[in-house]
T-cell receptor, first 110, second 114 residues
Framework: SQQGEEDPQALSIQEGENATMNCSYK?????LQWYRQNSGRGLVHLIL?????REKHSGRLRVTLDTSKKSSSLLITASRAADTASYFC??????????FGRGTSLIVHP | NAGVTQTPKFQVLKTGQSMTLQCAQD?????MSWYRQDPGMGLRLIHY???????DQGEVPNGYNVSRSTTEDFPLRLLSAAPSQTSVYFC?????????????FGAGSRLTVL
């Protein structure tokens, strides 16, 4: 069964706006990652945050992790049309292979 | 570097046929895995391998076999295809970064079973 669940399932915004998507999970984790999937392509790793970290940045991406609430958020600032994609969170508990959620579909209108 | 290469990209099978989805990586990664992606279901793990000669089942292993005779290759075999196996299949290889496993995905193989 899926460990992480993204929210919302779909998000539609205008170029230049910020996009926020959330991931909730059920059991304690060691690490949480976010991946992006463009239409018809494989997933691409965006960012990794460990359970002892609260926030990480990478370019226009900001990820937060609240282990007490078992949740994470991905913020994309100043969205561009090229950010249109599905975004997945993946969690692991020290196992070899992360478990993925169902994803958030983001559409950024030019 | 090519990264993770999957073949074929598209395949149509009839119920009961067997086939092998190929996956090769050139990054010398220890771990490899197969996922299937269905609408509204995200990615579900089928089988994975932590090294040559070692494989294990994931969340949805039934109807699939794997083997890992070399570090580079991790083929996925469908023994007797069923319409429920219509899906997009992704192979991934991964490395460990201080206890975290980061995945590199192939481009996917779209399988239709009639």
């Amino acid at each position: 069964s899926q460990q992480g669940e993204e929210d919302p399932q779909a998000l539609s915004i205008q170029e230049g706006e910020n996009a926020t998507m959330n991931c909730s999970y059920k059991t304690s984790i060691n690490n949480l990652q976010w991946y992006r999937q463009n239409s018809g392509r494989g997933l691409v790793h965006l960012i990794l945050i460990r359970s002892n970290e609260r926030e990480k940045h990478s370019g226009r991406l900001r990820v937060t992790l609240d282990t007490s609430k078992k949740s994470s958020s991905l913020l994309i600032t100043a969205s561009r049309a090229a950010d249109t994609a599905s975004y997945f969170c993946a969690t692991d508990r020290g196992s070899y292979i992360p478990t993925f959620g169902r994803g958030t579909s983001l559409i950024v209108h030019p | 570097n090519a990264g993770v290469t999957q073949t074929p990209k598209f395949q149509v099978l009839k119920t009961g046929q067997s086939m092998t989805l190929q996956c090769a990586q050139d990054m010398n990664h220890e771990y490899m895995s197969w996922y299937r992606q269905d609408p509204g279901m995200g990615l579900r793990l089928i089988h994975y391998s932590v090294g040559a000669g070692i494989t294990d089942q994931g969340e949805v292993p039934n109807g699939y076999n794997v083997s890992r005779s070399t570090t580079e290759d991790f083929p996925l075999r469908l023994l007797s295809a069923a319409p429920s196996q219509t899906s997009v299949y992704f192979c991934a290889s991964s490395y460990s970064v201080a206890g975290a496993v980061v995945l590199t995905f192939g481009a996917g193989s779209r399988l239709t079973v009639l």
